[in-house]
Every structure is written in structure tokens, then in C-alpha cells.
């Protein structure tokens, strides 16, 4: 059982340039988020998604697009690359809310971006 | 604005000693409050959780501390071993969102 997969695991981008993490849970969680984690702060939530054709805002939305046309995959797209967006990304899902005990997030192990 | 905060941003144990992590928050409409703990080059993952109606609970090693009137809870690790040597998230939800703190970067020493 995989999990919540992410890839990819590091990737160098050139301010400007565009590109789409993958995320990927095959646990049939309805739920799944981005998270962004900076240096010294906590994780912030950029978008989620409560169901299949289903996204909302985050904290943190601006610079970055998603989709979710299936319960399995949650994509997260960034169209011009800006120094700001150096991070450490991690994707996320639940069943149903993350609160419930048994039921918590399950993070996947994260997609290291740096943009120069 | 942070809602949630952990202000000890590390903390050396020695093994076999009791580690105690706290967290602060500023919104009482929280309604569940959740510890994740994380490794390096790893996703965090849940360690304990506690009800905004509950006081304690506990989960083995772990117990976490709820103290509402002050907003702020902590989490306990007795006996803590090397291997609880991470970086522990605290959390806090309202609806289907979780706010997280910095963490605090717990070294367990043997």
C-alpha cells in the first residue's frame, strides 16, 4: 500500500519557467491538500480538496493553480516560477477530516523545489 | 498572524528523561488539536490528537495536555528514546483545515 506518492522528489526551476508537481493517494481519501513548508515556519496550506471536481483556497493560493478530476490525483501547477515559491512542497490526504483520530492526514514525503 | 505557535524552536533530553513540547494558540474556535512528529527528508506523521472538550489523552508514551483557559497544550514523551529524536509539529483544526506551527526539533541524547 503506497500511500500518498509526490514526484518529483527535488526539482530546479529557472524563475519563470512552469511546472506541475504530482501527487498521487491510493487510499480512496476524498480529501487531499498542498501544504508548503518554508525554513523556521510551519506548514502552510495552499489549496485543497474535499472531493473529485471539488478545490478551494488555502493560506498561501497566490502563484499556484490545481485540479482534481480524480478521488486518486491531486496535481498542483505553478505557471511562472518566482524566487518566493522556494520550498519544500507536501501533498496530503484524509478520510474524512483531519481532526478525526482515526483518520489524520497522511503526508507524502515531499518535492523539494528551488527556483534561481 | 499566527494562530499557532511553538515557541522553543529545539529541545535536548537526555534518554530515559521526560521531554515536554508545548504550543500556544490564539483562536478558541479550534475544535481538534493534533501533534504530528517528522523526519528528515520524510512527510510528517500523526502521533496523538485531543478533542477541544478534553483535558488529556493518552496514547502509550504520549500524552498531550489540553489547557483551554490558557490556549495551550504540550505534549509529553516519557521514558523518550533516540528514536523520538524529530521535529514535532503542533496543529490546530477548524472545519477541514489544519493550521500548523513551526515545530520544535527534539533531540533525544543516549
Known amino acids: 500500500n503506497a500511500g500518498v506518492t509526490q514526484t518529483p522528489k527535488f526539482r530546479i526551476l529557472k524563475i519563470g519557467q512552469s511546472m506541475t508537481l504530482q501527487c498521487a493517494q491510493d487510499?480512496?481519501?476524498?480529501?487531499m491538500y498542498w501544504y508548503r513548508q518554508d525554513p523556521g515556519m510551519g506548514l502552510k496550506l495552499i489549496y485543497y480538496s474535499v472531493g473529485a471536481g471539488i478545490t478551494d483556497k488555502g493560506e498561501v493560493p497566490n502563484g499556484y493553480n490545481v485540479s482534481r478530476s480524480t478521488t486518486e490525483d491531486f496535481p498542483l501547477r505553478l505557471e511562472l516560477a518566482a524566487p518566493s515559491q522556494t520550498s519544500v512542497y507536501f501533498c496530503a490526504s484524509s478520510y474524512p477530516t483531519p481532526s478525526s483520530y482515526n483518520s489524520p492526514l497522511h503526508f507524502g514525503n515531499g518535492t523539494r523545489l528551488t527556483v534561481t | 498572524d499566527q494562530q499557532v505557535k511553538q515557541n522553543s524552536p529545539s529541545l535536548s533530553v537526555q534518554e530515559g528523561r521526560i521531554s515536554i513540547l508545548n504550543c500556544d494558540y490564539t483562536?478558541?474556535?479550534?475544535?481538534?488539536f493534533l501533534w504530528y512528529k517528522k523526519y528528515p527528508a520524510e512527510g510528517p506523521t500523526f502521533l496523538i490528537s485531543?478533542?477541544?472538550?478534553?483535558d488529556k489523552n493518552e496514547d502509550g508514551r504520549f500524552t498531550v495536555f489540553l489547557n483551554k483557559s490558557a490556549k495551550h497544550l504540550s505534549l509529553h514523551i516519557v521514558p523518550s528514546q533516540p528514536g523520538d529524536s524529530a521535529v514535532y509539529f503542533c496543529?490546530?483544526?477548524?472545519?477541514?483545515?489544519?493550521?500548523f506551527g513551526a515545530g520544535t526539533i527534539l533531540r533525544v541524547k543516549s
Open positions: 487510499m480512496n481519501h476524498n480529501y
Open positions: 496543529a490546530a483544526e477548524r472545519g477541514n483545515k489544519l493550521v
Open positions: 485531543i478533542s477541544s472538550i478534553k
Open positions: 483562536n478558541s474556535m479550534f475544535d481538534y
